[in-house]
């Protein structure tokens, strides 16, 4: 990475920074904790990870967090694994995602949007309201802190109110959207034995309706823990033998009662991709994502009540639940229902238009493709109250950048944003103050140590390294689900550096402090010593219009050589004939590295992904190598599993 300092494509001006929460925030922590009132997010970030319980302590002032008993202090141990946040605290997530309520009863918490494309208000009382009837009817059911409660649902407000009902009652949610195949959701569920499950009778996307009444049938019969099964009629069937009725659970005019737990209990369980093995079944805590998310959505996307939050995601991905937490900062959020791309291209920005989104996130994917497709945002909508496009997904390319900057707004802020599932937060992403590099993320969150290490250990600066963090957050996980000695834990993410979370990502950490993700470290390319992300290659071959989608794989071969393909999907019309294939080559040797020239290019009937739209490299390294199909990738968490055939196919006939 070049050290000079480019002209950034964006910077805020004085009266943005002035008014972002996050340089209020510092201006009282200097005041009242000694932060430093000088040198800006740098100097701010320095002292969050110095100082972090100090930091943290912070946090829970600033945005009033009601601890029913108090903590000893802020981190008993601060070991990895193992951190405990806050001992002794007491408190509840959903009673502070309803606070609102009490002063803007008749405003509203949710915009619920469908494929025709119309908001639809629930109000801030309601949503209090019918969290308080089903928490209700939840402990009538026999939920007690503790138990854990499922959801098959897609983006719909009920599913909303049945993760907060879940929370005041101290059960733990978990929740797959109705894509997801019966042997996914058992995959998942199995894990965790749910007492109740909430399901839909289908669902409705591209324009067609998708009954999934079968599938439900089937995890009844599958999950043997089951106490109650709760229908909700969004094709409007009748509830199936022996269901409740999603209406008659929400009808009461009740107060919900906030079960107050300890910091670190349960809150959700949430689930790696599984490609190679059962989901990770990922538990984190009531406290640790309550301060978390505030001080992401808070301070970090800037969010509050004037706010409308819209992320294209389902309930199956951990943006769903990031989404919920913008009640916590009194944020209006956006669930849209639907196609990414129906009736057209242009659908999302035509929901960030007519809800007058104000943070609208998305993936890195769906923005390149807007880019393809030829859509004109600022042209065609009214996207005046979008002050923050933000992607995440995958690392949005340079050419994404300045895309969303000449066709949205020259005065755009673009987050682009990295973190996990693992920990359901970002480790660098969106600082209002700062400037945007093209192709960069803005920086390290708050109180996120965050390091590139080389293979020894050592923190590099403006060089490829490991992306690790040094210190815990409090959103780590508390535990995995049915890992009682805590090995399969531990070796997800310490097994490398003892002590230090390795996450499994390249990055670089620039000299102006600003950050790159190149792409998943264990399916780096690394040829002749010269180690670069797959991200990399993508950017680059994806510019070509006649490449809809491409994956790149790097394979150790036993005589110590490496052999290196580029599969392309490519656009309809489109011939893999020799100009493309030069063109290809050409301008990867160009605008990468000669070394990084594919040793084949082959056409692929399309790209595999993980059920959340990332491409699976790892498992079709393995497929290539001669692992068996069931052994190199879990069937059930592929988007299209009739594609691995090809991959399969190829490998026998190489070996």
């Known amino acids: 990475m070049p050290t000079v300092n480019p002209e950034p494509l964006w910077r805020p001006d004085p009266q943005r920074i002035a008014r972002a929460q996050i340089t209020k925030f510092q201006t009282w922590a200097a005041e009242q904790h000694g932060a430093p009132s000088h040198g800006g997010y740098p100097a701010l970030h320095r002292w969050s990870v110095d100082e972090l319980e100090t930091f943290w302590a912070a946090v829970t002032q600033w945005f009033d967090v009601q601890f029913s008993t108090p903590y000893a202090r802020v981190l008993g141990d601060r070991s990895m694994p193992g951190a405990r946040w806050f001992p002794g605290a007491t408190l509840n997530y959903a009673e502070h995602a309803l606070r609102a309520a009490a002063t803007r009863p008749a405003e509203p918490a949710l915009l619920y949007v469908d494929e025709t494309h119309e908001p639809t208000p629930v109000t801030w009382s309601e949503l209090r309201r019918q969290v308080g009837s089903l928490a209700g009817e939840l402990r009538a059911l026999g939920v007690r802190p503790g138990d854990r409660v499922s959801g098959y649902l897609p983006n719909i407000p009920q599913a909303v109110v049945a993760l907060l009902a879940t929370a005041a009652v101290g059960g733990v949610w978990t929740s797959c959207a ?175 238009e007519r809800t007058g989104a104000t943070l609208y996130g998305t993936s890195a994917a769906y923005v390149m493709a807007c880019r393809k497709a030829e859509v004109h945002p600022a042209r065609d909508f009214d996207l005046s109250k979008v002050q923050c496009v933000a992607t995440t997904g995958s690392p949005l390319p340079p050419d994404g950048f300045r895309w969303l900057h000449d066709e949205v707004r020259d005065d755009l802020w673009i987050a682009s944003v990295s973190g996990g599932t693992d920990v359901c937060s970002c480790f660098a992403g969106a600082v209002p103050t700062l400037p945007v590099h093209t192709g960069e993320l803005q920086a390290p969150g708050l109180g996120t140590d965050l390091q590139s290490w080389d293979a020894n250990g050592r923190p590099v600066i403006d060089e490829v390294g490991e992306l690790v963090v040094t210190n ?20 997800s993410y310490f097994d490398t550096y ?92 160009e605008q990468l590295s000669p070394r990084h020239v594919p040793d084949e290019v082959i056409e692929v009937p399309g790209v595999p992904h993980t059920l959340t739209g990332k491409r699976i490299e790892v498992p079709i390294k393995r497929l290539l190598q001669g692992t068996p199909l069931e052994k190199a990738v879990n069937p059930g968490s592929i988007d299209n599993l009739g594609l691995l055939h090809f991959y399969e196919d190829l490998a026998r006939k190489r070996s």
């Open 498 to 589: 003892p002590g230090v979370w390795r996450h499994g990502d390249w990055i670089t950490i620039t000299s102006r402090g600003s950050v790159v993700i190149h792409g998943r470290s264990d399916s780096t390319l690394n040829r002749q010593g010269v180690r670069m992300g797959s991200a990399d290659i993508y950017e680059v071959v994806e510019r070509l219009p006649e490449i809809r989608e491409s994956l790149v794989i790097g394979i150790e071969q036993p005589d110590g050589g490496y052999w290196m393909p580029l599969f392309v999907h490519l656009a309809p019309g489109a011939a893999l004939d020799e100009a493309l294939l030069g063109r290809i080559k050409q301008s990867i040797r």
């Open 178 to 352: 109705p894509d997801f195949g019966a042997r996914s959701v058992l995959d998942r569920f199995q894990q965790v034995e749910p007492v109740v499950l909430f399901t839909v009778d289908g669902y409705r996307y591209g324009g067609k309706e998708h009954d999934r009444r079968d599938v439900v049938a089937e995890l009844r019969a599958e999950l043997p823990t089951l106490r109650a099964v709760v229908h909700i009629p969004v094709l409007g069937t009748e509830p199936p033998q022996g269901a409740l009725d999603w209406a008659a659970l929400t009808a009461a005019d009740e107060e919900p009662l906030f079960e107050q737990v300890p910091f670190d209990h349960p809150l959700w369980v949430l689930y790696s991709s599984g490609t190679t093995g059962l989901p990770k079944a990922i538990v984190q805590s009531q406290g640790g994502i309550l301060v978390e998310h505030l001080k992401q959505l808070g301070l970090h996307c800037d969010l509050g009540p004037e706010d409308r939050f819209f992320w294209y995601t389902s309930t199956g991905w951990m943006m769903w639940n990031f989404l919920v937490s913008g009640l916590l900062t009194g944020t209006t959020i956006v669930l849209y229902d639907g196609s990414p791309g129906h009736p057209d291209t242009g659908a999302q920005w035509r929901i960030a």
């Open 472 to 491: 815990p957050m409090p959103s780590m996980p508390v535990r995995f689900w049915n890992d009682p000695d805590g090995s399969r834990y531990h070796d």
